[in-house]
Nanobody, 125 residues
Framework: QVQLVESGGGLVQAGASLRLSCVGSGRTFRDSGMAWFRQAPGKEREFVAAVSRSGSGTYYLNSMKGRFTISRDNAKNTVYLQMNSLKPEDTAVYYC??????????????????WGQGTQVTVSS
């Protein structure tokens, strides 16, 4: 079992930056591939980024490359999502998720077994 708690969301203006954090506890954090997803009202949950167990592999939705950076600190049981140059279309609830241990983390939500409660990110124009 893994418990995940996100933080760092908020209301910002377009062009601003935010850093989301997700702290894990329970099952050995470093055994899990980690990902960030987001869900806007009326839309399906969307993959944002993922990071391998060691942190050496990172994966992004193409439209996020260059603006978002995922990283992890296994000593702190934490995964981060640095979001720069935010746009109004980035407005969503952002969730972190953990799998049960994969070499390459999936982009599919159903590949993840553990989810946080989400943190709201709102970008005004």
């Amino acid at each position: 079992q893994v418990q995940l708690v996100e933080s760092g969301g908020g209301l910002v203006q377009a062009g601003a930056s935010l850093r989301l954090s997700c702290v894990g506890s329970g099952r050995t954090f470093r055994d899990s591939g980690m990902a960030w997803f987001r869900q806007a009202p009326g839309k399906e949950r969307e993959f944002v980024a993922a990071v391998s167990r060691s942190g050496s592999g990172t994966y992004y939705l193409n439209s996020m490359k260059g603006r978002f950076t995922i990283s992890r600190d296994n000593a702190k049981n934490t995964v981060y999502l640095q979001m720069n140059s935010l746009k109004p279309e980035d407005t969503a609830v952002y969730y972190c998720a953990a799998d049960k241990g994969t070499v390459v983390p999936s982009r599919r939500p159903d590949a993840y077994d553990y989810w946080g409660q989400g943190t709201q990110v709102t970008v005004s124009s």
